[in-house]
T-cell receptor, first 112, second 114 residues
Framework: NAGVTQTPKFRILKIGQSMTLQCTQD?????MYWYRQDPGMGLKLIYY???????DKGEVPNGYNVSRSTTEDFPLRLELAAPSQTSVYFC???????????FGQGTRLTVV | GENVEQHPSTLSVQEGDSAVIKCTYS??????FPWYKQELGKRPQLIID?????GEKKDQRIAVTLNKTAKHFSLHITETQPEDSAVYFC?????????????FGQGTELSVKP
């Protein structure tokens, strides 16, 4: 039982490039979330999903896109990377909105 | 939408003292309030949570209280130890028409001095 797995762990992007952050969970959780954590700041919700085929915007969705074609996977797409997207990205999952959320190990992204 | 405010942003205590972190939330329909601990360079992990039908919950040296009327909840750590040093996040589950989402506060960096 691996829990929540994110790839890659580290990435450096050039301005204007695009990439996909991968997230998969093996706990059969319905809810999945993407957060970003800037230095000294809290966790800001980018997008979330309550089940396969359903996604919705969080607090800071601009510049990102998501999809949820399966229960297990919730990839986050960055189009036209900007320096403001330099951050640590965490994926999380939970059975419902009112149960423990389990986090992946994070992806440290730098845009230069 | 839901907003969660957390105070203080930094907290320094002596080993053995108590630490209190406070959060307020805006959505009166929120009904789940977890607290997460994040050690340096690691992922956040749940340490305690409380639901809206309960006013207080304890787990050894950690307790959480909830005041639904005032829309605030607090984390209490007693007999602090150096290993309690970390960033602590409160969160609230915000209900919406698709089932809810988890919104976090800004975090409190707790430093316990030996």
């Amino acid at each position: 039982n691996a829990g929540v797995t994110q790839t890659p762990k580290f990435r450096i992007l050039k301005i204007g490039q695009s990439m996909t952050l991968q997230c998969t969970q093996d706990m059969n959780h319905n809810y999945m979330y993407w957060y970003r954590q800037d230095p000294g700041m809290g966790l800001k919700l980018i997008y979330y999903s309550v089940g396969a085929g359903i996604t919705d915007k969080g607090e800071v969705p601009n510049g990102y896109n998501v999809s949820r074609s399966t229960t297990e996977d919730f990839p986050l797409r960055l189009e036209l990377a900007a320096p403001s997207q330099t951050s640590v990205y965490f994926c999380a999952s939970s059975y419902t909105a009112n149960t423990e959320a389990f986090f992946g190990q994070g992806t440290r992204l730098t845009v230069v | 939408g839901e907003n969660v405010e957390q105070h203080p942003s930094t907290l320094s205590v002596q080993e053995g003292d108590s630490a209190v972190i406070k959060c307020t939330y805006s959505d009166s329909a929120s009904n789940y309030f977890p607290w997460y601990k994040q050690e340096l360079g690691k992922r956040p992990q749940l340490i305690i949570d409380i639901r809206s039908n309960v006013g207080e919950k304890k787990d050894q040296r950690i307790a959480v209280t909830l005041n639904k009327t005032a829309k605030h909840f607090s984390l209490h750590i007693t007999e602090t130890q150096p290993e309690d040093s970390a960033v602590y996040f409160c969160a609230a589950s915000s209900r919406d028409n698709q089932g809810g989402k988890l919104i976090f506060g800004q975090g409190t960096e707790l430093s316990v001095k030996p």
